[in-house]
């Protein structure tokens, strides 16, 4: 069996990483289209050793196509999604467009795949700091039921977009060589600091927490339990690729570091690096580039009864956001 993919908002840095991930994974792709605006239309982009022309994303571009992946800004998602699937595509989205839609699955294979089944032609792939940290929390709370978490993120710019990337570099080397460092994708300076503020620019919410710490709890609840806390705070920094998160839990049975340790070492898509030693830990420089998620600095919250902490790290481009939207692929053929 091979089947018919659009990859939709192509040249973007997610859209290229799910070109490099459907290249990696042995997905049975018949044909493919790479779909972009009108601005980048008849640029080329080569897939499995052949040269492919980039589409312009038209109402038309759809005709055969069986799953489209969608990595647009989200009112281009809510435009385009309803006319793939009526020319007879499953999209998976990686816009927040659909995401709390009663409708729409939010899936996250590792947690619950059997969501997917019940689509009706759209399934939402989550915020890339709410997967990451789903994956590493998963097992344990399979064995210990979380009630609580409190997470801090450290967010790469890629999470922003490529001039975002070209922001960092630049604005690092103008403060590197004493020249004026003027930002213009972030409301600060991003090099060499920190930016409590994701995504830059947006409303706060009428609580005072970000639009993405806020993504943070939806989703965690849609996802994984209805009844989980989650109280976020999403900061960005000078990373390109690779979110990081300090996450503690709070279960309602104890689960001891060593049995996390042990679970997450079982756990399907999760990498311990962990030995106290060798001063061995996640980082963001070691993890671009994989599909997996990787935890570390496990240990007990010693100020509450049943508490963990523990240290995550993905590439936001692969698991974050490409990766997770192929293995949803994966899931449907
Ligand atoms: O900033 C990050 O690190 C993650 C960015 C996520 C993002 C950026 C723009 C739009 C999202 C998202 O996936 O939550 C969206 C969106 O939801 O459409």
Same mark, same amino acid.
């Given at each position: 069996m091979s089947v018919s993919i659009a990859v939709v908002g192509a040249t973007g840095a997610v859209g290229q990483a799910m070109r490099d991930v459907l290249e990696e994974r042995d997905f049975p792709v018949g044909r493919i289209r790479f779909l972009a605006s009108e601005r980048s239309a008849g640029m080329e982009m080569s897939f499995r050793g052949e040269v492919h022309a980039i589409e312009e994303l038209t109402?038309? !571009?759809?005709?055969?196509?069986?799953i489209a992946l969608f990595s647009i800004p989200k009112a281009m998602s809510r435009k385009f999604a309803p006319i793939a699937v009526a020319a007879g595509a499953v999209v998976v989205d990686?816009?927040?467009?659909?995401?709390?839609?009663?409708?729409?699955p939010l899936v996250v294979p590792e947690v619950? !795949?059997?969501? !997917?089944?019940?689509?009706?032609?759209i399934i939402a792939n989550p915020n890339c700091s709410t997967t990451q940290m789903l994956v590493a929390l998963k097992p344990i709370h399979d064995e210990g039921v979380i009630r609580r978490v409190v997470v801090t993120t450290f967010q790469a710019v890629s999470g922003t977009g490529r001039d975002a990337m070209d922001e960092l570099r630049d604005l690092s080397d103008a403060v590197l060589s004493s020249r004026e460092a003027r930002p213009l994708v972030y409301p600060h300076l991003i090099a060499f600091n920190c930016l409590?503020?994701?995504?830059?620019k947006a409303p706060w919410e009428p609580?005072?927490?970000t639009e993405e710490e806020m993504k943070m709890h939806n989703e965690t609840r849609k996802i994984m339990a209805a009844d989980i806390q989650v109280a976020a705070t999403c900061v960005r920094v000078p990373v390109f690729i690779g979110h990081s998160e300090a996450v503690t839990v709070e279960t309602q049975r104890k689960v001891t570091p060593e049995r996390a340790r042990e679970l997450l070492l079982n756990a399907p898509g999760i990498k311990v690096i962990d030995d106290r030693e060798a001063r061995t830990y996640p980082m963001p420089v070691d993890c671009a580039g994989s599909n997996d998620t990787f935890v570390g600095?496990?240990?007990?919250?010693?100020?509450?009864a049943n508490g963990l902490n523990m240290w995550v790290v993905s590439d936001n481009l692969r698991k974050g956001a490409a990766t997770n939207a192929v293995q949803i692929a994966e899931l449907l053929i």
């Open positions: 109402e038309e !571009a759809f005709e055969g196509v069986q990686n816009s927040n467009a659909f995401r709390m839609d009663p409708e729409v619950n !795949a059997d969501a !997917a089944q019940g689509h009706n032609g409590p503020e994701i995504p830059n609580n005072g927490y600095r496990i240990r007990e919250d010693y100020t509450v």
